[in-house]
């Protein structure tokens, strides 16, 4: 390989990481959308004294997605609060509960529901 072609192909691996990166930090299903300022903003506050700690994140977050809603909330217990519904697609409705962390109180998993059913999970940088 010749030494153009070398450089060429760095600042192309270069450029797809940051597009990767940025591809991250994106709710590219739509499932987390932003109301008011970018905040999700709570519609029903359920338990005020609710956090999630370091250990009950690291269960949730090894929860398969479609395993029943039951499965999230014996890790986790009540949220914070509900956000309001989406539709992710075409005749669904989804339900999202917030919880704060525990470490982190600004930032919050965000967790989807389709009926009885866990769609997955998001985060929220609040300020």
Known sequence: MNRDHRSGVKYMLAGGS???????LVDSQGLLPKMAGGKDICQQVIQEKAVLSRD???????????????????????PYCRLSTIQPR?????EREAY?????????????YEG??????SFSFRR
């Open 116 to 121: 009885d059913e866990y769609a997955g999970y």
């Open 56 to 78: 009950q994140l690291t269960q949730v977050l090894s929860v398969p997605e479609r395993a029943n809603k039951q499965a999230i909330r014996q890790v986790m217990k009540l």
């Open 90 to 94: 075409a005749g669904m409705t989804a």
């Open 100 to 112: 704060p962390l525990a470490f982190d109180p600004k930032t919050w998993l965000i967790v989807l």
């Open 18 to 24: 940051i597009l990767a990166a940025l591809g991250l």
